[in-house]
């Protein structure tokens, strides 16, 4: 994951598929809603953005949002992928009522994902395991902050995962967890 904005601009067209489903890697957009045919979702430097009724399976992330504010992700089953959601430099965004199921990470808020708001979301068995030779390293997170803060999450339902929920780095601070 790149801290750098030219990184995550890309021009990929909807012609392309995951699973028979196109691709909507929206860059530089506002005031859109995803159409819910969705295979992934890519939002870079965009606002208001809405997602919602999706199903996204089987991606590096089923939903990445990078340097973008003001959008909301809602009703979404994400699962089989790396990352189920990685918010990355990005504020003022709603995560809210997503199933979110068997990904190496559930919710990923990373360097500079602050003020962002995360409700009632199911967030479950994620598993990702790696091999150092000396035994077996787990990184499997429900929920991992990384290097973000301010960030409210309330009512989330985190269970059976290897960690549940993980805070680290600089910048990592007055979250809210109810």
């Known amino acids: 994951h790149s801290n750098i904005l030219s990184h995550y601009i890309q021009n990929i067209d909807s012609s392309n598929k995951v699973n028979g489903k196109p691709v909507y ?42 340097f973008s504010e003001n959008s909301k992700i809602e009703n979404i089953n994400i699962s089989n992928n790396i990352d189920g959601i990685l918010l990355h430099g990005t504020s003022n965004n709603s995560l809210i009522n997503n199933t979110i199921l068997e990904n190496g990470i559930g919710i990923y808020l990373l360097s500079g994902a602050n003020n962002n708001f995360v409700d009632k979301n199911t967030i479950s068995f994620h598993r ?46 007055n979250n809210k967890i109810y």
């Open 128 to 173: 990702y395991s790696i091999e150092n030779g000396g035994g077996v390293e787990k990184y499997g997170y429900g929920i991992l902050l990384f290097g973000s803060g301010n960030n409210t999450l309330v009512n989330n339902t985190i269970s059976e995962n290897d960690y549940g929920f993980l805070t680290m780095w600089w910048g990592t601070g």
């Open 25 to 66: 890697y929206l860059v530089n957009q506002q005031d859109k809603q995803i159409p819910e045919d969705a295979g992934f979702v890519g939002i870079v430097n965009s606002q208001n953005i809405t997602a919602k009724n999706l199903t996204l399976t089987k991606n590096g992330q089923g939903i990445l949002l990078a």
